[in-house]
């Protein structure tokens, strides 16, 4: 049995580590106060708010086998998955991946419904099929990685399927934009979308990692929490690992943490850094709104295309009552609203006041009524950042597989798979896989 430390508490190491408990002495460090690194909720006056991921999707299979191995699987509650579109100055109902809502809303033109229907819906079932969203770099999504999707999209679509289609799903979850997407992960997320339940967690997205986390202790593994992983050596004996500026030694090391920290710390290894270097990422940032009186909405998403003016500072407005029960108090609201990602890099930089300011204009188009109830703000943001699956970047994951290996040193992370926990999770699981 050998001595294995996991750096980076978030779904990865938590998956690498659910997978070596028993097997191996696993050490798993997390620089923050608590484990799950996007699922994360916060507690803001009183209200339990989802700050990192709002949803999990029905398909995040290894996700679920670990959650229910876990005991949490009661956590995980289905969700009514209803969203709405601002087009034309209103909302429109919507529910994204289901075809007969798509045809039958009026969210989207008759002209691109009737391409929907004729082309795109064809192409997923017949070349998208093709694909794995969660292990892209295989051989038809390496044939869609030259092309991003706005290009893709502009030519065989249409700007209205690039603007109402793929802007709010990449811009919204992943924080980037059509332009800077290989059309291979559109593709394989919009085929998975086709057929797919969304899930909330009782009592936020915290308790499902808080969950495995503790039943992780339960099994033998130790996990530190406030632990700030500074340097990795090839010591004679194995890899040295400085945590908090005391060292100690391992057989070998998963690195689960964002890849900026990745590269840090394999900075001698030339291979592996240069490697990362490919790797880019994206300033992730939402602010939370809490109000006296509770957000009217039939919808719990409500996404904003480009090209509405001042709306545009927006790309969706979350309705957090409309997910799953327990997480506002009677008599609240509360509203997460993510920055576009046009506006992103500022708005990270920004104090409170000025990013409040900044989105209060489209906040008030698409929600008019509600500013007067506002009694709290807060701007999460989340150094990591979403990870940019540019077009190429699919070649440089396969590049990654014919990496000359450091012995007994392994990276995990949602840069790995598909930027998805699900992502994360299979990266975890397949770089615990790799121990001996």
């Not at 809502?101 to 009737?114: G, I, W, Y």
């Not at 004729?118 to 990685?145: H, Q, S, W």
């Not at 880019?280 to 295309?305: C, H, K, N, W």
């Amino acid at each position: 049995m050998g001595r294995v430390a996991i750096i980076g508490g978030g779904a990865a190491g938590l998956a690498a580590a659910w997978t070596l408990a028993g097997r191996h002495e696993v050490v798993l460090y997390e620089k923050s106060d608590m484990c799950g690194g996007v699922l994360r909720s916060d507690v803001i006056d009183g209200a339990i708010v989802d700050t990192g991921v709002q949803l999990l999707g029905g398909n995040y299979t290894e996700l679920f086998r670990i959650a229910k191995e876990a005991g949490a699987g009661d956590l995980l509650v289905r969700s009514p998955g209803r969203d709405a579109l601002w087009r034309g100055g209103r909302a429109h109902a919507i529910t994204y991946g289901s075809i007969p809502s798509m045809v039958v809303s009026s969210a989207l033109p008759t002209t691109l419904k009737l391409k929907l229907a004729a082309k795109y819906v064809p192409f997923l079932t017949r070349e998208a099929a093709r694909l794995e969203v969660n292990d892209l770099a295989g051989p038809a999504g390496l044939a869609m990685d030259r092309e991003s999707i706005g290009a893709w999209g502009e030519r065989e679509l249409g700007h209205d399927f690039v603007e109402y289609l793929v802007y709010p799903l990449l811009a919204a979850y992943y924080g980037n934009v059509p332009e800077t997407t290989t059309a291979g992960l559109y593709h394989a997320l919009a085929r998975v979308g086709m057929d797919v339940s969304v899930y909330a967690v009782r009592g936020g997205v915290s308790q499902l990692a808080s969950r495995i986390a503790m039943r992780l202790v339960e099994r033998g593994v130790a996990v530190r929490t406030g632990a700030e992983v500074s340097a990795i050596e090839q010591g004679s004996s194995g890899h040295v690992v400085t945590v908090n500026g005391a060292a100690e030694t391992f057989d070998e090391v998963i690195i689960a943490a964002p890849p900026a920290t990745a590269q840090q710390l394999v900075e001698k290894h030339e291979s592996l850094r240069s490697w990362l270097s490919g790797v880019r990422t994206v300033p992730a940032t939402m602010v939370a709104f809490i109000t006296d009186q509770p957000i009217r909405t039939e919808y719990f998403g409500l996404s904003i295309p480009r090209g509405n003016g001042v709306v545009s500072d927006v790309v969706a407005l979350c309705n957090e009552s409309q997910k799953t029960g327990g997480l506002v108090p009677q008599g609240t609201g509360v509203l997460v609203v993510m920055p576009a990602p046009a506006i992103a890099e500022k708005i990270a930089q920004l104090p409170l006041a000025a990013v409040v300011d900044r989105i209060m204009p489209a906040f008030e188009r698409a929600l008019p009524k509600v500013r007067p109830t506002i009694r709290h703000a807060r701007v999460i943001r989340h150094d990591r950042g979403y990870v940019q699956f540019y077009p190429g970047y699919v070649h440089h994951l396969a590049n990654y597989r014919n990496l000359t290996r450091v012995a007994g040193l392994h990276l995990a992370g949602d840069y790995l798979r598909a930027p998805t926990v699900e992502g994360a999770v299979r990266s975890g699981v397949r770089a615990a896989e790799a121990v001996r």
